[in-house]
């Protein structure tokens, strides 16, 4: 189970969380009157002045998946001030050139909506140096670039050596050879400690997943924010090269209190390489209450919208859960529900049923693997969505949905703890069944694209090709229809806002 959607796991990193956040300012430049007025205006509209005009942009020379059910595919696309002008042949793209409209030639590249990961959780790693050898081919390789990050960190600093199966380097004594002042470890892309330094090993105190390392990293908040806002920031980047241009961060709070939306903020600022939105954990409510948060807060770079609740196992966690869920709604709040079992979901379901609340498609269910038949025609008749969040190695279910799970909208996430996830990965991983029932190829690419960006509130701005909506593209070197494999094709750049974000 991933560390972070543990009930329990998620109480021990609040009270850590609480024990080494640094004080906030009195003033925080989140309160109500600086960035939330009492009736949030919705999601910004192009309106037809946006979009009349000749095109900035035309695009074409490529598949163009538009993931709109109108008009799945087309041969251009017209991009005027940040938003898509005009979709479908290239005569209708081309009324709209202008004397300075650029034509962009895709030779033969497949054009996509932005990926949209709908379930991220601010990653154990921002507290120290995250070495990412997850491609390496060797654990020769891997142990380079250790040796590499050890040359350019500080003398202490913790190292965590990120790599995939089978390329750990083995004993402590080549590990002390690669960084012989700073305490390494080595981590699987769920965080569990393969091997360790003799530095590591001696302060961990045979810690066999780094969240056990999150007591005595996380005082590092207590000082200068600097260098995790520069992790944060590495590890956006990292995440946009796998053509992911809008991320969703759930359940803020969990890692250093009310500074993670500080943290977030920050990093959102400057010039991000994609957009943000994020869910608060309600746990925190105390803290979130002081700061007199309005539902929707933000805009559409940066937006805050719902509340994350974690399923509590106790005795009369269900009532509770109903009464949560209703004062959420009643306040405007979307609200996800995390289960780790079909016992949590029935329990979660009957609450929403018994809450009394309308829902909206932000609002629903994150799980491990997908729901029984029964709890997904349920999931169906509430408005709700789904929310899959496997780890890098999921285990199958056991009762998959016979009639798989047409007509819930589902989202795919990835609950590692260490780094960003691969859309196409997971899309793969989708329809091979690896989230507990095998996704059709349209709904798994809708996973990630159309029904993600409506699990976070954005779907009328992002997710598909379509007049009006922001010019958010994830380019591929190949069309992944043909690939037959969804992880093959390889991202080579995305746009935001019609701007060139990443660049392979």
Request: hydrophobic share 50%.
């Amino acid at each position: 189970m991933c560390i972070v959607c543990g009930s329990g796991s998620a109480h021990l990193l609040r009270a850590i969380a609480r024990t080494h956040a640094a004080p906030r300012p009195s003033a925080s430049r989140f309160v109500a009157h600086v960035v939330a007025p009492p009736v949030m205006p919705p999601l910004d509209p192009a309106s037809e002045a946006d979009l009349s005009g000749p095109a900035d942009v035309i695009l074409r020379g490529g598949p163009i998946l538009t993931m709109s059910a109108a008009t799945p595919s087309a041969e251009a696309v017209a991009v005027r001030a940040g938003r898509i002008q005009a979709v479908g042949s290239e005569a209708a793209a081309y009324a709209h050139r202008g004397r300075l409209t650029r034509i962009v030639d895709l030779r033969g590249r497949a054009l996509l909506p932005g990926f949209v990961n709908a379930h991220w959780h601010l990653p154990f790693t921002l507290l120290c140096e995250w070495v990412d050898a997850t491609g390496a081919d060797s654990p020769a390789a891997a142990l380079a670039a250790l040796a590499e990050a050890a040359r350019g960190a500080a003398p202490g600093e913790w190292l965590v050596l990120g790599v995939s199966a089978g390329m750990a380097p083995a004993g402590a004594a080549v590990l002390d050879a690669a960084a012989p002042t700073h305490p390494a470890v080595v981590a699987d892309p769920d965080g569990a400690i393969l091997a360790a330094n003799t530095l590591a090993a001696a302060a961990g105190e045979g810690a066999a997943h780094i969240s056990a390392l999150v007591p005595r990293l996380a005082a590092r908040f207590a000082g200068s924010a600097e260098p995790t806002q520069r992790r944060l920031t590495a590890l956006l980047r990292q995440t946009a090269a796998l053509g992911v241009t809008c991320l969703r961060v759930c359940g803020l709070g969990t890692l250093s209190g009310a500074n993670d939306l500080d943290l977030l903020r920050a990093v959102a600022e400057p010039s991000p390489p994609l957009r943000l939105r994020a869910t608060l954990d309600a746990a925190l409510h105390q803290e979130w209450s002081a700061l007199r948060l309005s539902p929707g807060f933000g805009d559409d770079a940066f937006r805050v919208d719902t509340l994350s609740i974690w399923f509590d196992p106790d005795a009369g966690a269900a009532p509770r859960l109903g009464a949560d869920l209703r004062r959420a709604r009643d306040a405007g709040w979307g609200v996800t529900v995390h289960a780790n079992d079909d016992a949590q979901v029935e329990q979660a379901l009957a609450a929403f049923a018994g809450s009394g609340a309308a829902f909206d498609r932000r609002c629903g269910l994150e799980c491990r693997r997908a729901p029984l038949a029964a709890q997904t025609v349920a999931l169906d008749g509430l408005g709700l969505s789904l929310g899959l969040t496997a780890s890098h190695d999921p285990v199958p279910m056991d009762n998959a949905p016979s009639g798989g799970l047409s007509g819930v909208p589902v989202s795919l996430g990835l609950d590692a703890a260490t780094g960003p996830s691969a859309p196409l990965r997971m899309v793969r991983n989708a329809e091979a069944g690896e989230f507990g029932v095998a996704l059709a190829p349209v709904q798994a690419l809708a996973a990630v694209t159309i029904d993600a960006a409506h699990r976070c509130g954005a779907g009328d701005i992002l997710g598909s090709i379509e007049r009006g909506k922001y010019a958010d593209f994830a380019f591929l070197d190949s069309d992944p229809r043909g690939a037959g494999d969804y992880a093959a094709p390889r991202c080579v750049g995305t746009w935001v806002n019609g701007l060139e974000a990443f660049r392979a």
